[in-house]
């Protein structure tokens, strides 16, 4: 599965288009993780943490969404895009969308 964010595949061919696709994840940390970046508020730094439950969760959109496109029968994942929101206190959404096509 080839996945860009881009509006084509470089040096391939769009020969089937079959709309949009898409994953999402909602996901929390824990209550100590929560207190360890509060703590990390105060003297500054990465919130490694949050920078981890992040990661998870666009990997995790990702695969969803590739695995529509893959039952539509796709080959490829084009002009892929991210967008988050928060859902309740200390929990987000992470979603991925994008376009599924057919490349030669």
Known sequence: MIL?????V?????????G????????????????MAGLKNLV????KGYTELLQES??????RMSDQ??????NAVVNIRFATS???QGAA????????VRVE
């Open 4 to 8: 860009t964010n881009v509006g084509s």
């Open 10 to 18: 470089p040096g391939k061919k769009i020969v089937e288009h079959f």
């Open 20 to 35: 949009i696709v898409q994953g999402s994840t909602v996901r929390a940390k824990h209550i100590g993780r929560d207190f």
């Open 44 to 47: 500054g730094g990465e919130l």
């Open 58 to 63: 666009r990997n995790e959109a990702m695969q």
């Open 69 to 74: 496109a893959r039952q539509m029968g796709a």
């Open 86 to 88: 928060s859902v309740a």
């Open 93 to 100: 959404e992470l979603f991925a969308y994008g376009t599924a």
